[in-house]
């Protein structure tokens, strides 16, 4: 087996520790050849379709590729912004500040990177760089509070797969989920509120989750629970009532059982029924995305007016709320405990020696500056 060709090793320099936000990913364009090419990514992932590989090989470029790519592409184009997909623009800006709160906390020295396990920048890519600039010691965060094969496992997969092919292997920290974290609870429970002062409160709160095949529950996938037990945890924090708030499920795909309730079909059920106005929530999503801006704020929205509702309100996700990038500080550093990341003296002035000695060889060699 032959590995990757390693960076150049430099003696006495001082390993660094790093954090990389991994989210789901997102097409590079609104357009039908660019959306195609994140599906067949996607979409291949055998831990997205559990079905046998040579029967959805036909499905997916014989079906799905064809026919779908086009249909997504003009969702996509309807949430598209002018910095590009909300997704990545939201989960850029989250790195950013995550860096900024870890260097409140006194770890200055910690590199951020945000990376998509689908599309770019691509994980393999960013832990690659991550290597070049020195970092021996990574944490990978992903941006799902609540672990599925589906999703986190994915990402496992994609690190695991990358290291096969590394000789010198970093140490590495995995954040398997933050369902049930005090922080994330309370910036979810302080996006509420806020949006509640702005628009007052609606007669229903839907909580509404991205959904997996029931199947995947039933051998041991822990999503489910974890889905139900930060709704609960959350309710208790707003004080609601078991008859003020439901728990529902999204994004169907294909004819097998998914977790349910349903968030359309409930949602639409909730107008007929008498409700006047529901505001809707996505929870699982940290970032807002084509499943919250397209799917809840668009389509959901209007099977709850077309069937006799009044008014649906949709809570944005946590985006870059001050709240929840204080919890995603806290998650990060809880999981960096051990690591040197606050630089004693005797590093930092390591650390200017070898800038300093990069800089003369720099001017050595006629480099600009």
């Known amino acids: 087996m032959s590995f990757a060709k390693e960076p150049p090793h430099q003696h006495g320099t001082v390993s660094r520790s790093a954090v990389v936000l991994v989210n789901l990913g997102t097409p ?10 994140y599906l067949k990514q996607f979409l291949s992932d055998p831990r997205v379709v559990e079905i046998p590989r040579a029967v959805w090989w036909f499905i997916l470029h014989g079906i799905i590729l064809p026919f779908r790519s086009g249909a997504s592409a003009k969702k996509y184009a309807t949430i598209w912004t002018r910095d590009g997909s ?44 991550l290597k070049e600039d020195g970092c021996d010691r990574i944490a990978i965060v992903p941006a799902y509070p609540q672990y599925s094969g589906t999703t986190t496992g994915s990402i496992w997969d994609a690190v695991f797969a990358h290291y096969k ?3 010198n292997v970093p140490e590495l920290r995995l954040v398997k989920n933050y369902h049930d974290h005090d922080g994330y609870i309370e910036a979810l429970r302080q996006n509420i509120l806020a949006h509640w002062d702005t628009h007052g409160r609606g007669e229903k709160l839907i909580m509404s989750f991205h959904g997996v095949p029931k199947r995947t529950l039933l051998l041991g996938d822990p999503y489910h629970c974890e889905c139900h037990k930060t709704a609960r945890l959350l309710a ?15 994004s169907r795909f294909g004819k097998a059982e998914w977790l349910q309730p349903y968030t359309a079909p409930t949602v639409a059920q909730l107008a007929r029924d008498g409700v006047r106005r529901v505001d809707v929530i996505c929870p699982g999503f940290t970032s807002d995305c084509l499943e919250t801006l397209e799917e809840i704020a668009m389509e959901v929205r209007h099977d709850f007016l077309s069937n006799g509702g009044k008014e649906f309100q949709y809570i944005p996700c946590l985006n870059e709320g ?17 690591w040197p990341t606050m630089m004693t003296p005797t590093q930092r002035a390591q650390r200017q020696l070898d800038a300093d000695k990069g800089r003369e060889s720099a001017l050595a060699k006629g480099a600009p500056q």
Do not use: C
């Not at 989960?91 to 770890?107: K, P």
């Not at 208790?236 to 003020?244: G, Q, T, V």
């Open 28 to 37: 590079d364009a609104p357009t039908r050849g660019a959306v195609r090419r």
């Open 86 to 129: 909300p997704l990545r623009v939201h989960t850029s800006n989250q790195a950013m500040l995550l860096h900024e709160a870890l260097n409140e906390r006194g770890h200055g020295d910690v590199i951020v990177a945000m990376a998509m396990r689908y599309g770019s920048p691509s994980l393999p890519d960013v832990l690659a760089r």
């Open 165 to 167: 092919k590394i000789r």
């Open 236 to 250: 208790a924090r707003l004080k609601l009532k078991p008859e003020d708030y439901l728990v529902t499920f999204q």
């Open 322 to 338: 001050p709240h929840w990038i204080a919890a995603l500080a806290e998650i990060a550093e809880q999981h960096m405990i051990g």
